[in-house]
């Protein structure tokens, strides 16, 4: 790890909002050192890339979002009566892709029985998540989005300046922006838009339960009625 990179990175001033540094020249051993030293700690976040190593800890308004989605996940998973296993930001790794993630929010759908009753997951044997969520606030997604795409994460959703990007992998290997969810292709990228950058006048209780009382109203009609068919 190269004490240069570390000094300079002492020096920068960083942004308000999402705290970002970046470390270059970490190995691999150096990598997990880390995540060892860090523990069951939730921060900083941690994301490695071809030796590059980005420390990451959220802000409030990057929490308050991220629990939004959290939210959106519950209640849809419950009413739908949908398997779901949540990986929340489980560290995700694999030394041959060269990469290592945290993700803010990350799900199992359709391989939600491959990992059930596991206390940890290891890719190199387990899939990876069917769908992940990255709030960004005041850092870009590139280098996370590369790391899902290595490990062969189905479907992305990348939150950016009150706007949803549903990335789905295509058969290149390749992510391609969707107007609808791939684990749950009930749900279209507008509406999701629409529900996580409303305003709470009333409080984020208040907004969790209109925002169920949509889901019974419109989602649970439309998951009867055939899903993403009934869509078209």
């Avoid at 921060?43 to 030796?51: E, I």
């Avoid at 409030?60 to 929340?88: Q, T």
């Avoid at 491959?114 to 280098?143: Q, Y």
């Avoid at 529900?195 to 709470?200: C, L």
Wanted: hydrophobic share 40%.
């Amino acid at each position: 790890m190269a004490t240069s990179t570390i000094s300079e990175t002492r020096n920068q001033t960083q942004a308000v909002g999402d705290q970002r540094v970046a470390l270059r020249d970490v190995g691999w051993e150096d990598y997990e050192a880390l995540l060892r030293i860090r523990g069951d700690r939730s921060a900083p976040r941690m994301v490695y890339l071809d030796g590059s190593l980005f420390l990451m800890s959220p802000s409030f308004p990057h929490e308050r979002l991220e629990e939004r989605f959290g939210w959106l996940f519950k209640i849809l998973v419950l009413e739908l009566n949908i398997p779901c296993a949540s990986s929340k930001s489980t560290t995700f790794r694999r030394r041959s892709r060269k990469g290592g993630v945290e993700p803010d929010l990350s799900y199992y759908f359709a391989n939600e029985a491959s990992v059930r009753g596991k206390s940890e997951i290891n890719l190199s044997v387990d899939p990876p998540p069917d769908l992940v969520i990255e709030v960004v606030w005041t850092h870009g997604a590139d280098e996370v989005v590369e790391v899902y795409r290595r490990f062969g994460v189905p479907e992305v959703w990348v939150w950016e300046k009150n706007h949803l990007r549903m990335l789905h992998l295509d058969p290149k290997g390749e992510y391609v922006q969707a107007k609808r969810g791939l684990a749950l292709p009930i749900l279209t990228a507008s509406e999701v838009e629409a529900w996580i950058s409303k305003t709470a006048e009333e409080g984020e209780t208040a907004w969790a339960i209109d925002l169920q009382s949509w889901i019974r109203r419109v989602l649970v009609p439309r998951h009867r009625e055939g899903g993403a068919d009934a869509l078209r």
